[in-house]
């Protein structure tokens, strides 16, 4: 691919005006076994769809489901597939993956491409890829050998636990919309961390292809140009989002080609300076200046205070392969650690996909970890007694899974039991056995909708629990462990995640988009893989479920259950709701016996890369 030339912008249809208002094979293609018929790929979803609303509740369920069938074929989705034999890089957006394959191709390591895969994804994927967000990396440095860095965001030093709360105790939209939405961004030195610690190549040179994409031109691909017509309304409050993305009311089409040359500028900062052009100098003043003018309350001090965190990787064991994720502040590798543990005696692999068993499986020990998710978990700098050897120990984990009847347990009765999006992953592994699994995020799409020198900035403040009890923006009720407080890092969903297979081999490298979706996501992925031995498109692929502890639904993707299996899921106490209209998004890359294969996700777009 070769990048734009350009910076005209060329419409390529005709627009509507807005109104006012991832073994693993274990040897992945040289041991499937034989799975029951998967259904085929879900209808399209909007990528950003379920940050914009909280999840649906039973009135909102189409009075039609769309049931699998037995005569569902298996999802095909070529366009997203990419193989490589020494290398591959999968990301959401195609023009970011070939920056990314690039950097591989030239020598690179797998960190080099994953921080100019990012940089690049800050341009051409705007509702997700950052400058003014946060995220976390894992990296497989070697066998044995893995590492996590933490560039979440932070709550201004101004920030208080009822900023977000209205006279009368209730949550406003302020944590969701606008200026004070915004946490401190840490993706700019979260970036420049891991490769100071772990790059090869020179900085400058990770950095200066999203320069040419942002200054030249990028083209906009279908997914992006839905999004932006979907949050259009949001990014026109602000005008300086809506010139880039919304110019005369007029949301960009899928073919346009658009430079940014104040996003340029900033990342030339950004190239010469390392963090200091962006926490300090003219971005940070830009930064504070907007912040002024909008009532938020990021500082200058807040900005040159900010420092990404390293931190010891979560690992866990799930059959006979070791899996490596994040800890807190991201919940998900705890959440994954515990569905596994659970389910560690029940072989899901003998079970019919998404039969009555599979799903109840799932359900109450996704009940479980969410709960112990929603109550106990939050950032350790503030929260220095999460029981993480109780959540993740065989015997209590044991405990809980004796508790899994053969019905529905009310999730009202699970936190008994426990006292005492938008975001955007890139994946991607090197010759060398290096393996990166990358999740940034600005929260909900395009974040909390104010542009600073080209870049939005995030929404992640609703991450915490603005009113402990209270359902967020993605419908977690969440608990005084994650109220606000300065400095401290709100608690996440993201789940980077790696598997090595008994060898000590990198086998799996997975990640999502999606708010608690994600977790979900990733774990399917997996699951779907090494439990069912599917290949890796279709792992990614097939329709999934999903259950969050609160609210006590289980949202059910299109083609996803039969309608036999939905008849028995009701019958057991299941509340189902076919309304939810997205279930995250994945990609992810798994070892073949020819090397490497990826797959991005075709609810979200994107591509797999490599040589």
Same mark, same amino acid.
């Given at each position: 691919?070769?990048?734009?030339?350009?910076?005209?912008?060329?419409?390529?249809?005709p627009?509507?005006?807005l109104?006012?208002?991832?073994?693993?094979?274990?040897?992945?293609?040289?041991?499937?076994?034989?799975?029951?018929?998967?259904?085929?790929?879900?209808p399209e979803a909007?990528?950003?769809?379920?940050?914009?609303?909280?999840p649906?509740?039973?009135?909102?369920t189409?009075?039609?489901?769309? #049931?699998r069938?037995?005569?569902?074929?298996?999802?095909?989705?070529p366009a997203?597939?990419?193989? !490589?034999?020494?290398?591959?890089?999968?990301?959401?957006?195609?023009?970011?993956?070939?920056?990314?394959?690039?950097?591989?191709?030239t020598?690179?390591n797998?960190?080099?491409?994953?921080?100019?895969?990012?940089?690049?994804?800050?341009v051409v994927?705007?509702s997700?890829?950052?400058?003014?967000?946060?995220?976390?990396?894992?990296?497989?440095v070697?066998k044995g050998?893995?590492?996590?860095?933490?560039?979440r965001?932070?709550?201004?030093?101004?920030a208080?636990?009822?900023?977000?709360?209205?006279e009368?105790?209730?949550?406003?939209?302020?944590? $969701?919309?606008?200026?004070?939405?915004?946490?401190?961004?840490?993706?700019v030195? !979260?970036l420049?961390?891991?490769?100071r610690?772990?790059?090869k190549?020179?900085?400058?040179?990770?950095?200066?292809?999203?320069?040419?994409?942002?200054?030249?031109?990028?083209?906009?691909?279908?997914?992006?140009?839905k999004?932006?017509?979907?949050?259009a309304?949001?990014?026109?409050k602000y005008?300086?989002?809506?010139? /880039?993305?919304v110019?005369?009311?007029?949301?960009?089409?899928?073919?346009?080609?658009v430079?940014?040359?104040l996003?340029?500028?900033?990342l @030339? $900062?950004? $190239?010469?300076q390392g963090p200091?052009?962006?926490?300090?100098?003219?971005?940070?003043?830009? /930064?504070?200046? @907007?912040m002024?003018a909008?009532?938020?309350?990021?500082?200058?001090?807040?900005?040159?205070?900010y420092?990404?965190?390293w931190r010891?990787?979560?690992?866990?064991? #799930?059959?006979?392969t070791?899996?490596?994720?994040m800890?807190?502040?991201?919940?998900?590798?705890?959440?994954?650690?515990?569905?596994?543990?659970?389910?560690?005696?029940?072989?899901?692999?003998?079970?019919?996909?998404?039969?009555?068993?599979?799903?109840?499986?799932?359900?109450e020990?996704?009940?479980r970890?969410?709960?112990?998710?929603?109550?106990?978990l939050?950032?350790p700098?503030?929260v220095?007694?999460?029981?993480?050897?109780?959540?993740?120990s065989t015997?209590?984990?044991?405990k809980?899974?004796?508790?899994?009847?053969?019905?529905?347990?009310?999730?009202?009765?699970?936190?008994?039991?426990?006292?005492?999006?938008?975001?955007?992953?890139?994946?991607?592994v090197?010759?060398?056995?290096?393996a990166?699994a990358?999740t940034?995020?600005?929260?909900?799409?395009? &974040?909390s909708?104010?542009?600073?020198?080209?870049?939005?900035?995030n929404n @992640?403040?609703?991450?915490?629990?603005?009113?402990p009890?209270?359902?967020?923006?993605?419908?977690?009720?969440?608990?005084s462990?994650?109220?606000? @407080?300065?400095?401290?890092?709100?608690?996440?969903?993201?789940?980077p995640? /790696?598997?090595?297979?008994?060898t &000590?081999?990198?086998?799996?490298?997975v990640?999502?988009?999606?708010g608690?979706? /994600?977790?979900?996501a990733v774990?399917?992925?997996?699951?779907?893989?090494?439990?069912?031995?599917?290949?890796?498109?279709t792992a990614v692929a097939?329709?999934r479920?999903?259950?969050?502890? $609160?609210?006590?639904?289980v949202?059910v993707e299109?083609?996803?259950i039969?309608?036999e299996?939905a008849?028995?899921?009701?019958a057991a &106490?299941?509340?189902?709701d076919?309304?939810?209209p997205?279930?995250?998004?994945?990609?992810?890359?798994?070892?073949?016996k020819? &090397?490497?294969?990826?797959? !991005?996700?075709?609810?979200?777009?994107?591509?797999?890369?490599?040589?």
């Amino acid at each position: 691919m070769t990048l734009p030339t350009t910076s005209t912008v060329r419409r390529a249809r005709p627009r509507r005006l807005l109104g006012a208002s991832v073994l693993l094979g274990i040897g992945l293609a040289a041991c499937q076994r034989t799975a029951p018929p998967p259904p085929p790929p879900p209808p399209e979803a909007p990528r950003d769809a379920a940050v914009a609303v909280a999840p649906p509740t039973p009135a909102d369920t189409p009075k039609e489901p769309v #049931y699998r069938t037995e005569t569902t074929p298996d999802p095909v989705v070529p366009a997203l597939l990419g193989t !490589g034999k020494t290398f591959l890089v999968v990301s959401e957006a195609a023009q970011a993956t070939e920056v990314g394959r690039q950097v591989l191709a030239t020598g690179g390591n797998a960190v080099d491409a994953a921080v100019a895969t990012a940089f690049a994804l800050a341009v051409v994927h705007p509702s997700a890829g950052n400058l003014g967000g946060g995220g976390f990396a894992v990296v497989r440095v070697a066998k044995g050998k893995a590492v996590a860095l933490d560039f979440r965001e932070t709550a201004p030093a101004a920030a208080t636990d009822t900023m977000f709360l209205d006279e009368k105790g209730n949550p406003t939209l302020d944590s $969701r919309v606008g200026h004070r939405a915004s946490g401190v961004p840490g993706s700019v030195a !979260g970036l420049y961390e891991l490769h100071r610690k772990l790059g090869k190549k020179p900085w400058k040179d990770l950095v200066e292809p999203a320069i040419r994409l942002a200054r030249e031109g990028f083209v906009i691909d279908e997914h992006t140009a839905k999004g932006i017509a979907r949050r259009a309304e949001l990014l026109l409050k602000y005008p300086k989002s809506a010139e /880039i993305w919304v110019p005369d009311r007029t949301p960009r089409a899928a073919g346009d080609t658009v430079s940014i040359p104040l996003l340029a500028l900033a990342l @030339e $900062r950004i $190239r010469d300076q390392g963090p200091a052009g962006f926490y300090q100098g003219p971005t940070a003043q830009a /930064i504070v200046d @907007e912040m002024k003018a909008g009532g938020g309350l990021i500082t200058a001090e807040d900005l040159a205070g900010y420092r990404a965190v390293w931190r010891e990787p979560l690992r866990f064991s #799930y059959r006979g392969t070791s899996v490596i994720s994040m800890p807190p502040p991201s919940s998900g590798g705890i959440v994954l650690a515990m569905t596994a543990g659970m389910l560690r005696k029940t072989e899901l692999g003998k079970l019919p996909w998404h039969g009555y068993e599979h799903v109840h499986w799932l359900v109450e020990t996704w009940r479980r970890a969410f709960a112990a998710r929603n109550e106990l978990l939050g950032d350790p700098a503030f929260v220095n007694d999460m029981p993480l050897t109780t959540l993740l120990s065989t015997a209590y984990l044991d405990k809980l899974a004796a508790t899994i009847g053969p019905g529905a347990t009310p999730s009202t009765d699970v936190k008994a039991l426990l006292e005492g999006d938008h975001t955007t992953n890139l994946s991607v592994v090197d010759p060398n056995g290096m393996a990166v699994a990358l999740t940034t995020t600005l929260n909900t799409a395009f &974040g909390s909708g104010v542009t600073v020198h080209g870049f939005l900035l995030n929404n @992640e403040m609703d991450d915490f629990a603005v009113k402990p009890g209270t359902p967020n923006v993605f419908g977690l009720v969440q608990w005084s462990r994650n109220r606000i @407080e300065p400095g401290k890092r709100m608690l996440s969903s993201m789940t980077p995640t /790696i598997v090595e297979d008994r060898t &000590g081999e990198v086998a799996l490298v997975v990640g999502a988009q999606g708010g608690p979706r /994600i977790i979900s996501a990733v774990w399917q992925t997996l699951s779907n893989v090494i439990d069912f031995g599917y290949p890796v498109g279709t792992a990614v692929a097939l329709p999934r479920i999903h259950h969050q502890h $609160r609210p006590d639904l289980v949202l059910v993707e299109a083609s996803s259950i039969t309608r036999e299996t939905a008849d028995e899921l009701r019958a057991a &106490g299941y509340t189902l709701d076919f309304g939810s209209p997205f279930f995250g998004a994945a990609n992810a890359i798994a070892r073949t016996k020819a &090397g490497w294969a990826g797959a !991005g996700d075709p609810r979200s777009g994107g591509a797999a890369m490599g040589d």
